[in-house]
């Protein structure tokens, strides 16, 4: 390992902080987050991924559009209704933030279409993977998609626009059809335009069976031809001469004021209908929607010419999805794995869903549904922590012991209580099954439900009735604050005495996403750090000031400060000669005074190393200002969504694994939890993790001073894939 010890370049520290703070030393994190979805697009391109996973990256970039536009958009649109004067360390006004957005967003849409039309449609169909569009139809696929519209109709309202029927409240993301009609209905009205909304009910991917459409296994026809194809049938003796589909972007994000409630969970399940219909921020048609059709509609939703993306083809691309369980190619997908089980523990996988495919990666639900099932029974967790610490790598290492951790816990006598932070669990989780079995068994179990984490609030409050009806003590979070700490905290009766045990971990109890979220999670019953957990639960569930802390760092508390003590005690080490080094990695950088802190460093000597996956504000390779600093952001075939830490203290390396990433939200508005890698074998473990990540040129991208990244190429050496090295080192 290397440490740069590069002189301090600027003895006076005033004129250092003022330097750091300059506008253009800072990259505006929405734009950021645009790029981020970039490098997702360009995984599409890449000709080593399976063609079904490229089609995949495709979707997930559409997925990931909808939430900017739908959350990081909306908000800035909110702010620019009354905001005009510069936000964030860069000093732009949101209205001037929506005018950098804008031509890039539809640059990179533009391209979406492009890759899906030109690249993986031709690519797919020398797979024989066929999509057919109304004018490809031959005369048997013609007939049988006729006949199942006809099946269809009594469950389509085409509703005609006149004053007694107005415009009618189109649901955001759905899929629509704007039509225009000629002629007279059977009540002497002329015709007009009218509005068919396609039923949610129905499939967007219509499947065609060959042996009754004369094609092969994997035929395809989208739900918007087949509507465009017979949309004349629901407008008896009318002649329609247009007809486009379109789809509008709403506000998503959930707006509630917990200091003028009495029952978040009332309020949150009251304001989640409305996030179907809130303010219109985006609209999708197709490209060859005339001017007047598009005035029209974009008159419907105030919306203006930037909000608009007139698209080549369907406009809910991330309907594509589907394509990838309907076609059964394991050649056109990636190679299946088994994730390992360590070694220590001393069996093969309990869940079948172990033995699961396991393809990718950034989507937001799982590749399956429903719970893994039990097979096989397994050693004692408990005597296994208490003879060592374990850490598991998700999700090349299996997430089995985690379910198992607590199943034991519910089954076993000595257990007295369970406490665990729950933000995201899924459906049908096994996770919540285990809490659920405590509770009834008697054991003292209580739960912190995040019932704000975005989009998975009808889920959390699913989960939440369940253990309340099983008796487990329910907890809301804290007001004004996110809980966002990944912790569980057993408490089991040995002898004369009462241990805790821990889990601890990066990511979320979600027993699905972790066949394809890279995470951290830390087995421990060190009584240090189980009485951390005792006190953080403490913080959440009860009233009192915070209580100190032996080993653990928690937002919003001390992170913040601790991290940049951090940084800033390497600094001091480089200025005093000595070896300086950090590694990171994280999922976002933006917090100002971090970036700052880490600005300062550079400047002292101390060599950085920052993998970031996604937003990132801080700006490499400045002269005089971050010219030690190198970041890079992994996109493959997992979500990378391990936080870990490396300071090198002078030889005393400090290694930590963290909920938080270093933005504002998490370090002073969120309640998080960072935690020490205490064993010298784990530590290293962690430490040769980064420096893989590090190596890595084919999935790497540089981040430039520009603000623009550079894909990593391998120069004709070796190629270095870290997420398959590791599938290599730790899953079967």
Same mark, same amino acid.
């Given at each position: 390992?290397?440490?740069?010890?590069?002189?301090?370049?600027?003895?006076?520290?005033?004129?250092?902080?003022?330097?750091?703070?300059?506008?253009?030393?800072?990259?505006?994190?929405?734009?950021?987050?645009?790029?981020?979805?970039?490098?997702?697009?360009?995984?599409?391109?890449?000709?080593?991924?399976?063609?079904?996973?490229?089609?995949?990256?495709?979707?997930?970039?559409?997925?990931?559009?909808?939430?900017?536009?739908?959350?990081?958009? @909306?908000?800035?649109?909110?702010?620019?209704?009354?905001?005009?004067?510069?936000?964030?360390?860069?000093?732009?006004?949101?209205?001037?933030?929506?005018?950098?957005?804008?031509? $890039?967003?539809?640059?990179?849409?533009?391209?979406?279409?492009?890759?899906?039309?030109?690249?993986?449609?031709?690519?797919?169909?020398?797979?024989?993977?066929?999509?057919?569009?109304?004018?490809?139809?031959?005369?048997?696929?013609?007939?049988?998609?006729?006949?199942?519209?006809?099946?269809?109709?009594?469950?389509?309202?085409?509703?005609?626009?006149?004053?007694? /029927?107005?415009?009618?409240?189109?649901?955001?993301?759905?899929?629509?059809?704007?039509?225009?009609?000629?002629?007279?209905?059977?009540?002497?009205?002329?015709?007009?335009? @009218?509005?068919?909304?396609?039923?949610?009910?129905?499939?967007?991917?219509?499947?065609?069976?060959?042996?009754?459409?004369?094609?092969?296994?994997?035929?395809?026809?989208?739900?918007?031809?087949?509507?465009?194809?017979?949309?004349?049938?629901?407008?008896?003796?009318?002649?329609?001469?247009?007809?486009?589909?379109?789809?509008?972007?709403?506000?998503?994000?959930?707006?509630?004021?917990?200091?003028?409630?009495?029952?978040?969970?009332?309020?949150?399940?009251?304001?989640?209908?409305?996030?179907?219909?809130?303010?219109?921020?985006?609209?999708?048609?197709?490209?060859?929607?005339?001017?007047?059709?598009?005035?029209?509609?974009?008159?419907?939703?105030?919306?203006?010419?930037?909000?608009?993306?007139?698209?080549?083809?369907?406009?809910?691309?991330?309907?594509?999805?589907?394509?990838?369980?309907?076609?059964?190619?394991?050649?056109?997908?990636?190679?299946?794995?088994?994730?390992?089980? &360590?070694?220590?523990?001393?069996?093969?996988?309990?869940?079948?869903?172990?033995?699961?495919?396991?393809?990718?990666?950034?989507?937001?639900?799982?590749?399956?549904?429903?719970?893994?099932?039990?097979?096989?029974?397994?050693?004692?967790?408990?005597?296994?922590?208490?003879?060592?610490?374990?850490?598991?790598?998700?999700?090349?290492?299996?997430?089995?012991?985690?379910?198992?951790?607590?199943?034991?816990?519910?089954?076993?006598?000595?257990?007295?209580?369970?406490?665990?932070?729950?933000?995201?669990?899924?459906?049908?989780?096994?996770?919540?099954?285990?809490?659920?079995?405590?509770?009834?068994?008697?054991?003292?179990?209580?739960?912190?439900?995040?019932?704000?984490?975005?989009?998975?609030?009808?889920?959390?409050?699913?989960? @939440?009735?369940?253990?309340?009806?099983?008796?487990?003590?329910?907890?809301?979070?804290?007001?004004?604050?996110?809980?966002?700490?990944?912790?569980?905290?057993?408490?089991?009766?040995?002898?004369?005495?009462?241990?805790?045990?821990?889990?601890?971990?990066?990511?979320?109890?979600? &027993?699905?996403?972790? /066949?394809?979220?890279?995470?951290?999670?830390?087995?421990?019953?060190?009584? @240090?750090?189980?009485?951390?957990?005792?006190?953080?639960?403490?913080?959440?569930?009860?009233?009192?000031?915070?209580?100190?802390?032996?080993?653990?760092?928690?937002?919003?508390?001390?992170?913040?400060?601790?991290?940049?003590?951090?940084?800033? $005690?390497?600094?001091?080490?480089?200025?005093?000669?000595?070896?300086?080094?950090?590694?990171?990695?994280?999922?976002?950088?933006?917090?100002?005074?971090?970036?700052?802190?880490?600005?300062?460093?550079?400047?002292?000597?101390?060599?950085?190393?920052?993998?970031?996956?996604?937003?990132?504000?801080?700006?490499?390779?400045?002269?005089?200002?971050?010219?030690?600093?190198?970041?890079?952001?992994?996109?493959?075939?997992?979500?990378?969504?391990?936080?870990?830490?490396?300071?090198?203290?002078?030889?005393?390396?400090?290694?930590?694994?963290?909920?938080?990433?270093?933005?504002?939200?998490?370090?002073?508005?969120?309640?998080?939890?960072?935690?020490?890698?205490?064993?010298?074998?784990?530590?290293?473990?962690?430490?040769?993790?980064?420096?893989?990540?590090?190596?890595?040129?084919?999935?790497?991208?540089?981040?430039?001073?520009?603000?623009?990244?550079?894909?990593?190429?391998?120069?004709?050496?070796?190629?270095?894939?870290?997420?398959?090295?590791?599938?290599?080192?730790?899953?079967?």
């Amino acid at each position: 390992m290397k440490e740069s010890t590069h002189p301090d370049t600027h003895s006076d520290a005033s004129s250092e902080v003022k330097e750091v703070s300059r506008p253009d030393n800072f990259i505006n994190w929405q734009l950021s987050q645009l790029e981020f979805n970039a490098r997702v697009l360009a995984q599409a391109l890449d000709s080593r991924t399976p063609v079904l996973e490229r089609l995949k990256f495709l979707c997930i970039f559409s997925t990931n559009m909808d939430e900017f536009y739908e959350i990081r958009v @909306a908000g800035l649109k909110h702010q620019a209704a009354s905001l005009s004067t510069a936000i964030g360390p860069e000093h732009l006004t949101p209205q001037e933030i929506l005018g950098l957005i804008s031509p $890039r967003a539809h640059e990179l849409v533009a391209e979406q279409y492009r890759i899906l039309n030109e690249v993986i449609f031709p690519e797919l169909a020398r797979e024989g993977v066929n999509f057919f569009y109304r004018s490809d139809w031959n005369e048997k696929q013609r007939a049988w998609l006729h006949a199942r519209f006809k099946e269809y109709m009594p469950i389509i309202s085409p509703l005609g626009l006149d004053p007694a /029927h107005p415009f009618p409240r189109i649901l955001n993301k759905s899929l629509n059809f704007i039509v225009s009609l000629k002629g007279k209905d059977a009540f002497g009205r002329k015709g007009g335009m @009218a509005i068919v909304q396609a039923p949610r009910s129905l499939p967007r991917i219509v499947h065609l069976p060959p042996e009754e459409t004369g094609g092969g296994p994997s035929d395809f026809v989208f739900l918007s031809s087949t509507i465009h194809a017979f949309v004349e049938e629901l407008f008896p003796q009318m002649e329609v001469t247009e007809c486009h589909q379109f789809r509008v972007t709403r506000n998503s994000e959930l707006y509630v004021d917990e200091e003028e409630i009495d029952d978040l969970r009332q309020a949150i399940e009251g304001t989640l209908l409305s996030r179907r219909y809130g303010e219109a921020v985006r609209l999708e048609v197709t490209d060859f929607c005339t001017p007047e059709m598009v005035s029209f509609l974009m008159d419907k939703f105030s919306l203006e010419q930037d909000d608009l993306f007139q698209v080549s083809g369907p406009v809910n691309l991330n309907r594509l999805m589907k394509i990838y369980d309907l076609v059964d190619r394991a050649d056109l997908k990636y190679p299946p794995f088994v994730p390992g089980i &360590p070694k220590f523990l001393g069996r093969p996988p309990k869940y079948k869903a172990d033995a699961a495919e396991t393809h990718t990666t950034l989507a937001k639900g799982p590749p399956t549904g429903g719970a893994p099932a039990k097979v096989q029974s397994t050693p004692n967790l408990f005597a296994k922590i208490r003879e060592r610490d374990i850490l598991l790598h998700h999700p090349f290492e299996s997430f089995t012991p985690v379910i198992e951790f607590l199943q034991q816990a519910a089954s076993d006598p000595h257990v007295l209580a369970i406490k665990q932070t729950l933000y995201r669990t899924g459906d049908d989780s096994a996770i919540v099954d285990a809490l659920v079995t405590a509770a009834q068994a008697g054991k003292e179990v209580t739960v912190v439900v995040e019932l704000r984490a975005r989009f998975d609030e009808e889920a959390n409050i699913q989960s @939440a009735s369940m253990l309340e009806e099983a008796g487990a003590h329910l907890v809301f979070g804290v007001v004004g604050y996110k809980v966002h700490a990944k912790m569980v905290l057993v408490v089991r009766q040995e002898d004369t005495r009462l241990r805790n045990y821990v889990h601890l971990g990066t990511g979320n109890y979600h &027993p699905l996403t972790a /066949h394809f979220y890279t995470d951290y999670g830390l087995f421990t019953c060190s009584e @240090a750090i189980g009485e951390d957990v005792h006190r953080l639960f403490l913080e959440i569930t009860s009233l009192g000031k915070p209580l100190a802390l032996n080993k653990l760092i928690d937002s919003p508390f001390n992170m913040h400060k601790n991290m940049a003590a951090k940084i800033h $005690r390497e600094a001091q080490h480089a200025r005093n000669g000595k070896p300086a080094k950090i590694m990171a990695k994280m999922n976002q950088l933006t917090e100002p005074e971090i970036i700052k802190s880490l600005y300062q460093a550079s400047q002292a000597g101390v060599s950085i190393d920052l993998i970031v996956r996604g937003m990132c504000s801080l700006r490499p390779g400045i002269p005089q200002i971050s010219e030690n600093i190198r970041i890079r952001s992994i996109v493959g075939r997992f979500l990378e969504h391990t936080r870990a830490l490396y300071f090198h203290n002078n030889g005393h390396p400090e290694v930590f694994c963290t909920s938080a990433d270093w933005m504002n939200r998490n370090l002073h508005r969120r309640v998080e939890v960072c935690f020490p890698i205490e064993s010298a074998k784990l530590r290293q473990r962690v430490v040769e993790d980064l420096e893989l990540y590090l190596q890595d040129n084919t999935n790497a991208w540089e981040l430039l001073p520009d603000s623009t990244y550079k894909k990593v190429e391998p120069d004709g050496g070796e190629q270095v894939t870290a997420q398959l090295k590791l599938l290599t080192k730790y899953a079967h």
